[in-house]
């Protein structure tokens, strides 16, 4: 039985692709990369349409590159080398779209 004093070990498991929030507004040439409209800077109302994808890497971040990290998971982009390795991600754009749905009630209200 697991002592519940002393701090559990996890590891962040990457097992299916996913879209992860990103945590840092990407830089200009990213926002160029993406096509995001063309600003001074990357507004903050764009980055709804922003996320990030693992790479398939796992290894220390170099500095300018996204890693994957958190108990709730999102990107951030390093400012300088790490030592650490955390799993490599990339930002890509993404595409909301929804869909209606009828529904019908089952037991119609009588009267």
């Not at 980055?47 to 709730?72: F, H, I, N």
């Not at 390795?85 to 209200?109: D, F, G, Q, S, W």
Request: aromatic share 8%.
């Amino acid at each position: 039985m697991p002592n519940i004093y002393e701090p559990q070990r996890t590891r962040l498991t990457m097992k299916r692709p996913s879209f992860y929030r990103i945590a840092n507004t990407p830089s200009l040439d990213e926002c160029k990369r993406l096509e995001l409209p063309q600003t001074q800077t990357c507004p903050t109302y764009i980055l709804k349409d922003v996320r990030a994808v693992w790479t398939g890497e796992k290894r220390t971040p170099r500095a300018g590159e996204w890693y994957l990290s958190g108990a709730a998971v999102e990107a951030y982009r390093t400012k300088n080398d790490l030592s650490t390795p955390y799993h490599i991600a990339t930002l890509v754009k993404i595409r909301t779209e929804t869909n209606e749905i009828e529904v019908a009630r089952l037991n119609p209200r009588k009267g």
